[in-house]
Structures are given as structure tokens and as C-alpha cells.
Nanobody
């Protein structure tokens, strides 16, 4: 059973940056597709970025291309989401997810394990 714990959220002004972390236990992240999703109040959970560490492409939502990047630290079994040039519309709870699929998916239903989420608030 993989357990994921996000951290790094907070309040930032528009144009600023944040780096979210997702620490895993109970499994090796390199074996999974890893994704980040977000959910704003009153909205559906939406895909942000996903990648499979054993190779293949990184998939990014159009709304974050050029601003967000996903990376990892194998030694720490941790995945990161670097968010730059933040906008007020990026405000949401951000969730880390791990999936046992082969191809990184953009649907929340393709992921098997979820963290508890971390709040990101971008002020204008």
C-alpha cells in the first residue's frame, strides 16, 4: 500500500513560485506513474501533470505549460511540482497521485493512490 504525503503549499502573490513535494512510503515511486491534480472550490478535480519515471513523456495540462514542471528525487522517494509564474486561477488544493498504469493518464480514475492534498492560494 503506497502512502503519499504532500507538503509545500501556501499563500503566494501572483507571479511568484512554489515547490510542492510528495513523499512516498510503502512503494518505490519509480514503479508508478506519478501525477499531480488540483481541485478548486466548487470545481471538479483536474489534471495538472503526469510522468512515468522509467521513461516516456511528461504530460502537462495546457493551462500550466511553460510554468509547471515535475521532477523527482529517487533517493528520497519524492516527487516535486515546481510552479512558477503563478496566477490567481492556480488557487486550489493540489493532490499527488500514483498509478499502476503503463501510460501516464490524465483522468483521476487512472490513479490508485492519493495524498491528502495541500492548499495553494495565489493572491492578485
Amino acid at each position: 500500500q503506497v502512502q503519499l504525503v504532500e507538503s509545500g503549499g501556501g499563500l503566494v502573490q501572483a507571479g511568484g513560485s512554489l515547490r510542492l513535494s510528495c513523499a512516498a512510503s510503502g512503494g518505490t515511486l519509480s514503479s508508478y506513474v506519478m501525477g499531480w491534480f488540483r481541485q478548486a472550490p466548487g470545481k471538479e478535480r483536474e489534471f495538472v501533470v503526469a510522468n512515468r519515471w522509467s521513461g516516456g513523456s511528461t504530460y502537462l495540462a495546457d493551462s500550466v505549460k511553460g510554468r509547471f514542471t515535475i521532477s523527482r528525487d529517487n533517493a528520497k522517494n519524492t516527487v516535486y511540482l515546481q510552479m512558477n509564474s503563478l496566477k490567481p486561477e492556480d488557487t486550489a488544493v493540489y493532490y499527488c497521485a500514483a498509478g499502476r498504469g503503463i501510460v501516464p493518464g490524465t483522468s483521476r480514475y487512472e490513479y490508485d493512490y492519493w495524498g491528502q492534498g495541500t492548499q495553494v492560494t495565489v493572491s492578485s
